[in-house]
């Protein structure tokens, strides 16, 4: 059984996820998202899914239908790589938005 989730790590989450769809929501239509997939790199499964239980609160019930998701859990990787890594993408598999979320941020949108 994994360890109960440390308060500081749910709330990044839920920050990161709410960025993202903020984000998002200024990039592109959220109607037109047919996907997002969701990396987290994490020692113990429960962050990944307090991430995703994070971006179904974010997403606006305005928005209409959530996008269906992919969480990916990553154990492995460098020390100083994104904890989190989110993408967005519409129904032709075009990426709308990629966000990182770490050491530092970094962005990158089509």
Excluded: H
Aim: charged share 25%; aromatic share 6%; proline share 9%.
């Amino acid at each position: 059984m994994p360890p109960p989730p440390v308060p500081s790590e749910v709330g990044a989450l839920r920050r990161a996820a709410q960025r993202f769809v903020r984000r998002l929501a200024t990039k592109a239509d959220l109607g037109s998202v047919a996907r997002i997939e969701a990396e987290v790199r994490a020692a113990d499964a429960g962050p990944v899914f307090q991430c995703e239980a994070a971006l179904m609160a974010a997403w606006p019930a305005a928005a209409g239908r959530a996008p269906q998701r992919e969480m990916i859990w990553a154990t492995g990787g460098a020390p100083n790589e994104a904890g989190l890594r989110l993408q967005a993408f519409d129904d032709a598999g075009r990426p709308l938005l990629r966000l990182s979320y770490g050491q530092t941020e970094s962005e990158a949108a089509r």
